[in-house]
């Protein structure tokens, strides 16, 4: 098979149409928003009427009907004129974690139930999964989902949930069959207003401070059989389906974050002159910022393939994925580390909003399955 990045004219409008959106609509002052961690559900609206969260939705159930490739160049776009990245990754983890598994695994009356107030901003998603004993090991869980006459009953706690304090609706993962381990877990339906389920405090982190985060605790907390996602014990390839979109996609924003620190710290470099000449011929700098681009351009070309690959089957290889997700996420910490450096003291600067990206990018090497466990699946596929 050819393997094709061209771009129809219809996907560059979209692009063009994105860019000029995030610049219009999403350039409010994220430098405060950051230093509180506030979450803005008017940027989030904002986005729903241009499209954004329903992207990859079929028009029919609210959204765009975006491919996988053409989904990626729009979230690319988004990374290099927004400058939040906390409501970026939280756009992400709704889209991966929360419509993607609905749209694929749910039912007829659900997909027609939940999906449109996804795609139109009237909930907003998220998965529970991580709990606080688990984490690479992610289906080492002790959340119990206890069948009674007319549903199941939850109990247990989920934590480094992204979007819980402001979400609608949750995909939670729970064990209907311990006995079974992973082929027990079975996911769940959970809107905001179950009985039984508590919202914990948001979390202070030290970067993505715009997306909000919390534990989820369950107390006999009932879900009806309707709200059942897949069959009994379909957890694990709910969750692995999810994750798989995730991987290969989430850290498409980054790669036009990464190239807009290129072209931003460029202009600096030509600018700022010490010694009698602009700082970017000299070679300490210049070649700096020439590898910045390298990663840039690698980033964005295993960004691609591994849309394109998602795009020949119902699931990108492992492989395409993993790749992508380790070495983008390592990039983005290097260049941003690097357009710090470029800029010298003024780069340590909050003003400079480059320690920002720094504290940011950090994130990436850890969330959607951290760099190590991308190496193990790398590793596992060359029969390592």
């Known amino acids: 098979m050819t393997v094709d990045f061209g771009w129809s004219d219809e996907q560059l409008q979209l692009r063009d149409a994105v860019r000029a959106f995030a610049e219009r609509e999403l350039a409010d002052d994220v430098t405060q928003r950051d230093r509180t961690g506030e979450f803005r559900r008017e940027l989030w609206d904002r986005c729903a009427r241009f499209g954004l969260p329903g992207l990859p939705i079929p028009p029919e159930l609210g959204g765009q009907g975006a491919d996988a490739l053409t989904t990626m160049l729009a979230l690319e776009t988004l990374g290099y004129a927004c400058r939040d990245n906390g409501l970026i990754f939280s756009l992400n983890a709704h889209m991966w974690s929360a419509a993607m598994p609905i749209l694929r695994f749910g039912t007829d009356e659900q997909r027609k139930r939940f999906l449109p107030s996804l795609c139109d901003g009237t909930f907003i998603g998220v998965q529970g999964m991580t709990e606080p004993g688990t984490g690479s090991d992610a289906f080492a869980l002790t959340t119990r989902a206890t069948q009674t006459t007319d549903g199941y009953l939850l109990g247990g706690s989920k934590t480094f949930i992204t979007n819980a304090p402001v979400a609608d609706l949750f995909i939670v993962f729970a064990s209907t069959a311990p006995t079974m381990g ?203």
């Open 182 to 384: 992973a082929m027990g877990i079975s996911a769940f339906l959970v809107e905001r207003d179950n009985p039984g389920l508590q919202v914990g405090t948001a979390f202070e982190k030290m970067g993505l401070r715009t997306s909000p985060m919390s534990e989820l605790f369950f107390d006999d907390c009932f879900v009806p059989d309707e709200c059942r996602l897949g069959r009994p014990g379909n957890g694990m390839t709910i969750f692995n389906h999810s994750i798989d979109w995730e991987r290969a996609c989430i850290l498409a924003s980054a790669v036009g974050t990464m190239q807009q620190q290129v072209e931003q710290v460029v202009a600096y470099a030509t600018e700022r002159t010490q010694f009698g000449q602009p700082i970017g011929k000299f070679q300490a700098v210049s070649n700096r910022i020439a590898d910045m681009q390298v990663r840039t351009e690698a980033a964005r070309m295993l960004l691609y393939k591994a849309g394109w690959a998602k795009q020949q089957g119902t699931r990108a290889p492992a492989m395409e994925s993993a790749v992508a997700k380790l070495f983008i996420s390592e990039a983005w910490v290097q260049n941003s580390l690097d357009a710090l450096q470029v800029r010298g003291g003024y780069g340590y600067l909050t003003e400079s909003e480059v320690e920002r990206d720094v504290r940011d990018a950090l994130a990436s090497r850890i969330y959607s399955g951290t760099s190590d466990i991308q190496r193990n699946i790398i590793a596992s596929r060359l029969g390592l």
